[in-house]
């Protein structure tokens, strides 16, 4: 079987969308040809080689504001090569890489995971998402299935796309169990929050920095990630005398950020729309408690033992006390699927189709 994942951005970016196909392209590898077809806004990484069994290829692409990933490389390559290759996986209904992948369906099976949770990052993203859905509606009608991560995700896209049912397929998301296997934890001589994120407005990190003078000085932000809401973070921390509490990371090394995970006392993600929140499950297999926000699909993690939910609009006295609260608290046990759990499941569907 001859695979292709279509995808905005690939290993070593980093996000949530580039987990997931790094972990089930790297899988199935293992027992297929795979490719990954990507963008490369920034032309810094090499346009062709092979990570893990994975055949990358990148293009040239136009990424306004680290989002839409433009590119006529990509979709004329994706033209002319589509019919090669048995499945074509395209993912990421926010970015058009995936409607590429529509226009170039031939005798391939189209798979589509969307990745949707249903809003622009600002306000004039979400303004473009209006005419976009006559666009987007084409991914799921050529789809010859679709993927959800969530029942929320699912339930978002039967909602907004009047997509049978039937054609809809719910996988979670997985975490590669054996990556925590040696972590243990580091003795610090502070209290950590930690966050995983893009740097973007709805991911609510604002939150986490106007709450840090409300809390004790030993407690410090760990923000990893990056985007383009990055300066106006860095700003609001010098505004409240706090930036030598929050400290900014991107691009760790695997293993760096697995330690993060197990050495924070919390982890946090107040955002407004996520289909899934892959992080939350590395936090929580990491034995780190969590705080989310009681929306999207974030609202399915909420269990008030491992992980606690925030309303919005977001309280600062309420985020607090939940904060002080929650570094007190001990995970009592997560159960995940792991990510080879997950591939046999995409394998399976496959060759359902084929």
Not at 35 to 53: A, C, H, M, W, Y
Not at 93 to 112: D, G, R, V, W
Not at 183 to 204: A, F, M, N, P, Q
Request: charged fraction near 25%; charge should be positive.
């Amino acid at each position: 079987m001859k695979i292709l994942q279509v995808c905005p951005r690939y290993y070593p970016d980093i996000g949530g969308v580039e987990e997931h196909v790094r972990n089930i392209g790297e899988r199935l590898a293992k027992r297929y040809d795979v490719s990954v077809f990507t963008t490369d806004p920034l032309g810094k990484l090499p346009r062709q080689e092979v990570i893990n069994g994975v055949q990358v290829t990148r293009f040239k692409s136009w990424a306004p504001n680290e989002a839409y990933y433009f590119s006529g490389d990509l979709k004329r390559f994706l033209s002319e090569n589509s019919h090669v290759f048995d499945v074509v996986h395209a993912h990421s209904y926010h970015a058009l890489p995936a409607y590429y992948a529509t226009q170039a369906k031939s005798k391939n099976k189209l798979i589509f995971t969307p990745h949707y949770h249903g809003m622009g990052h600002s306000f004039f993203r979400s303004l473009l998402h209006i005419p976009y859905r006559y666009f987007g509606r084409k991914i799921f009608e050529k789809s010859d299935r679709i993927i959800c991560v969530s029942n929320y995700e699912k339930n978002l896209v039967v909602k907004r796309f009047k997509v049978d049912e039937e054609k809809i397929v719910v996988i979670p998301n997985g975490v590669n169990l054996n990556e925590f296997n040696d972590l243990k934890k580091t003795r610090e001589d502070h209290r950590t929050i930690l966050c995983v994120s893009r740097l973007e407005k709805y991911k609510g990190i604002q939150y986490l920095i106007k709450v840090l003078p409300l809390l004790e000085n030993d407690v410090i932000l760990e923000v990893v990630g990056n985007g383009p809401y990055r300066d106006h973070l860095v700003k609001l921390a010098r505004k409240l005398n706090v930036f030598e509490r929050v400290r900014f990371f991107q691009d760790l090394p695997r293993g760096d950020l697995l330690q993060k995970y197990v050495n924070a006392d919390v982890f946090a993600l107040l955002s407004k729309h996520e289909a899934y929140g892959l992080s939350v499950a590395e936090a929580l297999f990491a034995g780190t408690p969590c705080i989310v926000t009681n929306a999207s699909a974030l609202s399915e993690w909420i269990d008030n033992e491992n992980c606690f939910g925030i309303e919005y609009p977001i309280n600062s006295d309420s985020l607090v006390n939940l904060l002080n609260k929650v570094m007190r608290t001990r995970i009592k046990g997560v159960k995940l699927p792991d990510w080879s759990d997950v591939t046999r499941k995409l394998e399976a569907l496959y060759n359902s189709i084929l």
